[in-house]
């Protein structure tokens, strides 16, 4: 039997901590056979992590995580097995990159009235890649001793109503969905029960992302539970969707979610991997 892909994971391009070869080739070494590299809102890290793919014994399918606004809310759109030399899904992910870089200006003040200086720079210090997110001030402010882990610190600065919050302000669900198709990609919605949606409201996400042109939706995730893998294969049934499977790996700092981990998807889902074409722009050692 084959194990299940791991189509959600971060490296040093985004808000992971290990570089993209670094985690492609303890992808390979924990058993993973297919790997999706899905950095938020950049594909920086695809070019380093295919070439160690190519020499590991291990599937590579590129991908991004996509940041959206919906209902007032983020949710994360994952594009898997994307076409990195798109330039429209490029021009797209430039305006996030580009977003960010004023949203982190803006933490970085509200961070200095809150008595934390210096916070643009230490969490620069933190992003490997060019990409800055709030991870890297989450960093920063372990490093100042602020809380004692990166979930404090987002609990008590990063999250609405505190300090360091500033409201997202991403792209369109019809416009994400839009970029990873013109880029040949298979857009699905990541980890669904993290965004703590009433049923109505998650029905009407999901059939929205259909009528965008999504197809799928993470079934098995790192931060869902076992309940959570039977909630959303129904929804994906009920849409007819495709399920996807993802550990959102970060890097080894984090001890509760590990590579090469995730169970098999619940019976009677497509998975998204059986898709036809699906695999058209991954990277693997010739046999
Ligand atoms: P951003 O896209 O820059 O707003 O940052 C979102 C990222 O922050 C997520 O992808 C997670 O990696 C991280 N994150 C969000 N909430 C938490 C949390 N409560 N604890 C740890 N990391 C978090
Ligand atoms: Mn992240
Ligand atoms: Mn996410
Ligand atoms: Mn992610």
Redesign the pocket.
Known sequence: MHKTPDLHSHSTAS?GTLTPEALVLRAAAAGVTTLALTD?DTVAGLDEARRAAERADITLIPGVEV?VTWGGRTVHIVGLDVDPDCPELLRGLDGLQQYRVWRAEEIAQRLSKAGFDGALEGAKSHAKGTLI???HF?RFLVERGAAAD??SV??HYLVSGKPGHVA?EWTTLDQAVGWIRAAGGHAVIAHPARYKFTRTKMRRLLAEHRECGGIGVEVVSGSHSRDDYFTFARHAAENGLYASAGSDY?GPENPWIELGRLPALPEGCRAIWTRPGFGRFSARAAA
């Open positions: 808000d938020h940041s997110g709030r991870t989450a990166l979930r987002f609990k997202g970060h």
